[in-house]
């Protein structure tokens, strides 16, 4: 069974009341609106054609302001553009510019309209709400700016050309003695891009400003010279002086002048990880080279006590003093007067090396092992020129008491040295490939075959020998005269420095060499200590006898009429075979052979033009 529900009296007035304030509300909203409407109707109609109030532009009010009359005031109060202060740094300089030179303009026919447009949208909500807006809470509007970057740009551009500078490198060169010296500069470049960044962030805000230009800085590889140029003018503040060590100061000094040295500089740009720069320095090359002539007057071979053993006392008389050896060390000098430079120096001293010699002056025949004769040699130059004695006698002092140290191996071309017109000798005929021709040093041969032959009767290893091309009377020649032709083969010929003599000194004791040469004669003596060897030998003298061929005669245009001179003599070509067999007290100690090939060789005259009586050769 249902019963119908009654409402109680409070629900009854409950209901009442929320009633009456939904109605009061809906009321209120009501005339509300209708204010609103009523007010932004009122104010399209009493600001029909003008701006309505509350509308700004930066801070200017444009209420109540047509379209000509708002763009008139912006004119007055929108100025930034020509009147604002943009201030530019770089460094130590700065320029002041308008913005509007650099490209900012202001539209202030559009800024008007778009003060006019406040609350005149095509939306109702704007229409209707945008007026009261700007009534009550003003509506500020920005002015339209035209910024112009190409301008600003070029403004940049125009700036650059004050601030740009290029990179320079230092540069440090001589010029005769006078060093010179340029310093780097650091370059610098405006960075345009970088700059229109900044600029169009600073221009929106209307607002003075300044800014310090972005610059990219380009450093030279090398700024500064000045301690280098201080180094070279260092070593040609005054003249170089090259001195001895003390103990040789009989030698020198040598001065090199400010000017040699400016020519010997060489200033030099240096590159690699650690820096960049210049570096100062003498020549290598130049100052290596002056050492090197300078060491010629200063370079002394080391040289032996010579002596000449007295055959009555059996004793050594000193014949030339012993010798020092010196040498100028040409790197250790040249490290000394780079870093003697480099510190300051002028004066400094040369580095030598010396080499003491093994027999002094005091030497006895104990302590060389000297005591005896061990062989005499003799050969024969009867008829020899003036200038063949002359050489003779010249190559053989260079022998004349000079000693071969045990266990040696002796050169005649080393101890022989330089065959020159300097050293003594003169021109005579000597042997050159094919002919007999005149040449400085003719006749020192029979020196070389006197020496092969003392060396050979002694019975020392021979090590190194040449014969003759052909066969030379002069060494063929017996002590009583004429010719003994079992000396043929013993001959040795030398040509400094590429044909040698050369013999071992293969005993425990030195060697003591003496030379005499008389008027047609040379004699070689050893002295030593015998250890009881002796030579027996044997030859097949001349052998295969070939007849040389008929004399030559030839026309020398430097001859005078029926002048003839006979240039070259015939020797018949033979081969010669010499066996030694050398003995130590008794027993064979070593044996060897001696083999010489000698051609056939033509005479040959000369005679001069037109002259008559000349034999002509058979065809």
Same mark, same amino acid.
């Given at each position: ?71 008139e005031s912006l004119n007055h109060t929108v100025i ?68 112009? &970057? ?276 003169? &021109? ?163 044996q060897d052979t001696f083999r010489t090939h000698y ?12 002259? &008559? ?7």
């Amino acid at each position: 069974m249902h019963s119908n529900p009654r409402l109680s009296n409070s629900d009854a007035r409950s209901g009442t009341a929320g009633n009456k304030i939904i109605i009061a509300l809906t009321v209120f909203c009501l005339t509300l609106g209708v204010i609103l409407l009523g007010t932004s109707i009122g104010l399209h109609i009493l600001f029909n054609q003008r701006i309505l109030p509350g509308v700004s532009v930066h801070g200017n009010q444009l209420i109540g302001m047509t379209l000509a009359e708002a763009e008139e005031s912006l004119n007055h109060t929108v100025i930034y553009p020509e009147q604002g202060r943009v201030v530019l740094k770089a460094d130590e300089q700065s320029w002041v510019v308008k913005p509007a030179d650099l490209g900012l303009q202001s539209n202030n026919t559009q800024t008007a309209r778009d003060a006019y447009q406040v609350g005149r949208g095509r939306s109702i909500i704007s229409w209707l709400f945008d007026p009261i807006r700007a009534l009550v809470t003003g509506y500020p509007i920005s002015p339209v700016l035209v910024y112009e &970057e190409k301008r600003a740009e070029q403004y940049l551009i125009t700036l650059a050309a004050q601030i740009d500078r290029p990179t320079l490198e230092a540069r440090l060169g001589i010029s005769g003695t006078t060093i010179e010296l340029v310093t780097g500069q650091v370059g610098r470049k405006l960075d345009v891009a970088s700059a229109l960044i900044v600029l169009n962030d600073e221009l929106m805000t209307l607002h003075d400003f300044s800014i310090s230009l972005p610059i990219i800085e380009a450093p030279p590889l090398i700024l500064d010279a000045r301690e280098q140029a201080v180094i070279a003018q260092q070593i040609l503040f005054a003249p170089l002086t090259l001195s001895m060590p003390d103990s040789q100061r009989y030698l020198g000094p040598w001065v090199i002048t400010v000017e040699e040295l400016a020519q010997m500089l060489v200033i030099g740009r240096v590159e690699d990880a650690a820096q960049t720069g210049y570096q100062v320095t003498l020549d290598q090359e130049k100052i290596r080279n002056y050492l090197s002539d300078l060491a010629t007057s200063i370079n002394q071979d080391v040289q032996n006590a010579r002596f000449i053993f007295n055959d009555d006392t059996r004793k050594l008389d000193l014949n030339q003093s012993a010798v020092v050896g010196r040498r100028l060390d040409i790197e250790s000098s040249l490290a000394s007067i780079n870093q003697g430079l480099l510190d300051g120096q002028h004066s400094i001293q040369l580095t030598i090396i010396t080499d003491q010699p093994k027999v002094l002056d005091d030497s006895t025949t104990d302590q060389l092992g000297i005591h005896e004769l061990i062989w005499a040699e003799t050969s024969y130059f009867r008829g020899s020129s003036t200038e063949r004695i002359q050489n003779i006698t010249a190559a053989a002092a260079r022998f004349h008491g000079l000693l071969v140290p045990p266990g040696a191996t002796f050169s005649m071309a080393e101890a022989l040295g330089d065959i020159s017109l300097d050293n003594g000798y003169a &021109e005579a005929l000597i042997i050159f490939g094919d002919q007999t021709i005149k040449g400085i040093g003719g006749g020192v041969c029979q020196v070389s075959t006197t020496l092969f032959r003392t060396a050979f009767h002694a019975g020392f290893p021979i090590t190194e020998r040449h014969a003759h091309a052909y066969r030379v009377s002069y060494y063929e020649e017996k002590s009583g005269g004429g010719i003994d032709p079992n000396l043929a083969g013993l001959d040795a010929t030398v040509y400094v420095p590429i044909v040698d003599l050369k013999f071992t000194n293969d005993t425990p004791y030195w060697l003591l060499m003496e030379t005499y040469v008389r008027s047609s004669s040379i004699t070689w003596k050893f002295y030593s200590t015998s250890d009881g060897r002796t030579v027996d030998w044997q030859t097949t003298g001349p052998t295969n006898i070939v007849e040389p061929q008929e004399p030559l005669y030839r026309e020398n245009p430097a001859l005078e009429k029926g002048e003839v001179n006979q240039v070259d003599w015939e020797a018949e070509g033979a081969d010669v075979t010499i066996t030694r067999s050398v003995y130590r007290n008794g027993a064979l100690y070593f044996q060897d052979t001696f083999r010489t090939h000698y051609l056939p060789w033509q005479a040959i005259f000369e005679y001069g033009p037109g002259t &008559e009586g000349i034999p002509t050769p058979e065809p």
